[in-house]
């Protein structure tokens, strides 16, 4: 089970991590959608959280574990809750710092998903990112590049997806 968990695991670590970039980055779109959700806090909250969310994706990354796994589940499992909340203010979400982008029920749905990939690899330990590069070099390779070209596809679902979605559904 661990082989099975390691790539998608690993996507949603790396996810968490840019996620955690563009906030440090830009916190104010972090600011506002959590201020329209009711929680007013300032942009030095926001990078903090932001830092943490680095820092706990790199974790994940590098040397999974199950304490890792479940602070993961937790926090996408918390990113779920709020995208509904924000959604249904027709907020946008900030998840990945400035723009914005509308909050909506596929990124909710999206984050639901991870939580439990999440949970799934807490109860299961996948391999880290040490354990791809031992692999043979085609191998290690091929999964280097499916691994990130499945996190671009995750971090486009949060953001240019609800766009594209919204503009082609109201016309």
């Known amino acids: 089970m661990a082989d099975l968990l390691t790539a998608p695991h690993a996507v949603a670590a790396i996810v968490l991590c840019i996620a955690g970039v563009a906030k440090l980055h830009s916190p104010a779109g972090a600011v506002r959608a959590l201020r329209s959700a009711g929680l007013v806090v300032g942009a030095a909250v926001v990078r903090a959280f932001a830092a943490a969310e680095l820092a706990l994706g790199a974790w994940c990354l590098l040397t999974p574990s199950p304490p890792g796994s479940g602070l993961l589940a937790c926090t996408y499992g918390g990113f779920a809750g709020l995208s509904v909340a924000l959604a249904r203010s027709s907020a946008s979400c900030g998840c990945f710092g400035g723009g914005d982008t509308p909050a909506s ?21 996948p391999h880290g990112a040490g354990w791809i590069i031992t692999r043979p070099p085609v191998l290690a390779a091929t999964l280097a590049a499916g691994i990130a070209g499945a996190a671009y596809a995750t971090v486009l679902a949060y953001t240019a997806l609800p766009r594209a979605w919204r503009a082609w559904s109201v016309s």
């Open 105 to 125: 029920l596929g990124q909710s749905s999206l984050s639901a998903a991870l939580a439990a990939l999440a949970l799934a690899s807490a109860l299961s330990t």
